[in-house]
């Protein structure tokens, strides 16, 4: 079975940096996309970013194509979440998750099957 773990969550100030991190129980990086999506309480659960299966292209809502990196490191089994100039509307859980969307639907939530349990995030002003 495969398990998600994130980490790297926390609290940082406006402006700040963080990398979130998600390791893989298995060698799924090879054969599933991977994704970034986040959400607050009341809302609907948002999508960030994802990394596609095969050769690796990137996609990112408009939000945070600019602030945002997602990675992969498949030796390590890890999806990575480089997030700069963090702005207090970025609070929020963060999940990673896995699957194999359609090309066209990458960047919605039913298309990953994996998911983890998600990391908080906390900017203050």
């Known amino acids: 079975q495969v398990q998600l773990v994130e980490s790297g969550g926390g609290l940082a100030q406006a402006g700040d940096s963080l990398t979130l991190s998600c390791v893989a129980s298995?060698?799924?990086?090879?054969?599933?996309?991977m994704a970034w999506f986040r959400q607050v309480p009341g809302k609907e659960r948002e999508f960030l970013a994802a990394i596609w299966r095969n050769e690796g292209r990137t996609y990112y809502t408009d939000s945070v194509k600019d602030r945002f990196t997602i990675s992969r490191d498949k030796a390590k089994r890890t999806v990575y979440l480089r997030m700069n100039s963090l702005k207090p509307e970025d609070t929020a859980v963060y999940f990673c998750a896995g699957g194999v969307p359609i090309l066209s639907a990458v960047r919605d939530s039913r298309g990953y099957r994996h998911w983890g349990q998600g990391t908080q995030v906390t900017v203050s002003s």
């Open positions: 298995g060698d799924i990086l090879s054969g599933y996309s």
